[in-house]
């Protein structure tokens, strides 16, 4: 074996030729797949209908435009306000789920009260319960309520679904604070709140970010069931339950709605590059060894 | 730490908001589907309680299909998904020029609007004018056009893969993680043995990623489970009811038709199974955890 001396990598991350070709095109495969559907939804957005709707395939759009981005506009009239429910719909959730979730988070992190341990695991026990489950007493409760058909009918049942992870992850984060704070402001005669409030909390701030990120992307990419069932003004609809009136339709205008289609998923898009590193972080804490 | 009564009065107010949003907004929920399933509630304003007879209305040889399917359903996309993460965490594992743009390439199935990747299946999946159906008939593979969400076998398992792309980046990672953990050295000495790269894969990545292979597939298996939007935006449920699973033909009955008191009934059959998954996920990580500390 020869040993090349430029070479710095460890011996076992040192690949032969074929090697190294028959990763690439492995993970070309695995890409694709993950890929293909925004790639093909992206060249239709480009291709103009009459090519659409034409046999043989083709993958290539020939004489592409970006027309669909603009005539979508016209198509879906309610588009741009379709979006902005959406991102009204996440903010508020997310703000809700912070304003639980971070007292709760330190308190699990912080004390270890009998039957504490028995309400974590309650948390996590929600998140195995989806929705769809739970829909009828929730719609009645709504109906009661008078909800229905209101922002705070989508608001309020997916926020308790957004509760289980952010705690187990904020709760995480906490764990790592030393405790030595807690005692040192205790000496100084601060009260549990205080030390909560001017100690912990500025030093949490990262922790609680990455948090309010992920719960906003959980709650954007999962409006669907609860808006479907407890919505039916188009007014108040988020894009996805927006769109899926369009797409039922007998004629769909296929390059609009993928057109729209990315313009809605463009911002999870430009949150994934920038924040990749906080989220792939983020989404795993915890979950190999706590 | 500091115990006194004040910071135990002080943990549970803490806890308290978040308990209080979860008990109302699950757990009620929960209790009261359990009762509706006793009861005739529909879109009228009385309700009666008849007994068991939604429950004996319900369970006949359609129903058991439906719950024979829904197990079918997920376990092909629980096992495709372990694959096909256990493949992608390996390689995106690799030491390649390129990987971290790899890696971030992984994520968007997991982090877009799930209906919205749904609808760029529905598209793939056109007979006429689909990429799938279009790219098969160029390479001879198949004759003609192919619907797929038109025939009953080809639908069902069209869901599922559209359910496993969405699912496939978060095993991934979550394995890419585990992968991660495993101390470099026994590779190192593994290599010095003369170990093989296939045998190093076989006998220190496997069984050291084991764990994370349980504890994901279970709780892939309980996120499955409760798939919904997947088929709802595909087939509703069709072609002949050939992809409703348990929570499609709850909502059927309950949103649908609005027998609420039926709805429940079903629903809480459901319900059992999931609580069947969840007691056996918390054991089976109890068991993981305490064989990590012997």
Partial sequence: MAVRSKDTRPMIDRYRWWEVVLIYAGIFVFLFFMLAPFIEGFLVSLKPLSQLFSSPYKFWPENGSFKAYYTMWVSVPRFGRYIFNSFLISTVATIIVLALVVPAAYAFARFNYKGMALVLGGFLAVSMFSGAVLLIPLFRLMRTLGLLNTYFAMIVPGVAFLIPSAIWLLRTYMMRIPTELNEAAYMDGASQFYTFRRVILPIAAPGIVVVAITTFIGAYAQQFIFALTFNSKSDYMPLPVGLFAYFGKQDVIWNELMAASFVGIAPALVIIFFLQRYLVGGLTAGAVKQ | ?294
Avoid at chain 2, 98 to 109: E, K, N, Q, S
Avoid at chain 2, 121 to 129: A, C, D, K
Avoid at chain 2, 132 to 148: K, N, T
Wanted: glycine residues 6%.
């Fill in chain 2, 1 to 294: 730490m500091i115990k006194s009564r004040s910071s135990l009065i002080f943990a549970w107010v803490l806890l308290a908001p978040a308990i209080i949003y979860v008990l109302v907004i699950v757990a009620w929920p929960l209790v009261e589907t359990f009762r509706l399933s006793f009861t005739d509630a529909s879109l009228s304003r009385t309700t009666n309680y008849v007994g068991d007879k939604n429950y004996t209305k319900i369970f006949n040889n359609t129903f058991l299909t439906v719950i024979l399917r829904t197990f079918a359903w997920t376990f092909f996309s629980v096992l495709l998904k372990m694959i096909i993460g256990t493949f992608g965490a390996v390689l995106l594992n690799s030491a390649v020029p390129g990987r971290h743009l790899f890696r971030i390439l992984t994520m968007p199935p997991w982090i877009v609007p799930m209906a919205i990747g749904i609808f760029m299946w529905g598209w793939m999946y056109n007979g006429q004018f689909g990429m799938i159906s279009g790219l098969l008939q160029r390479m001879g593979i198949v004759d003609g056009p192919v619907a797929f969400l038109a025939y009953g076998s080809s639908a069902f398992w069209a869901t599922i893969v559209t359910d496993v792309w969405i699912g496939v980046p978060m095993v991934t990672i979550y394995f890419l993680a585990a992968i991660q953990s495993i101390p470099k050295d026994l590779y190192e000495a593994a290599w010095t043995d003369g170990a093989s790269r296939w045998m190093r894969f076989r006998r220190i990545t496997l069984p050291l990623m084991a764990p994370a292979i349980i504890t994901m597939s279970m709780l892939s298996l309980i996120a499955t489970f409760n798939s919904f939007d997947i088929i709802w935006i595909l087939t509703q449920g069709g072609p002949s009811g050939s992809t409703t699973t348990m929570i499609i033909d709850t909502y059927q009955t309950a949103i649908g038709s609005k027998k609420y008191g039926e709805g429940a009934a079903r629903a809480v059959v459901i319900c059992i199974f999931l609580s069947l998954f969840c007691i056996a996920y918390f054991r089976v990580t109890r068991r993981l955890a305490a064989l990590e500390k012997a």
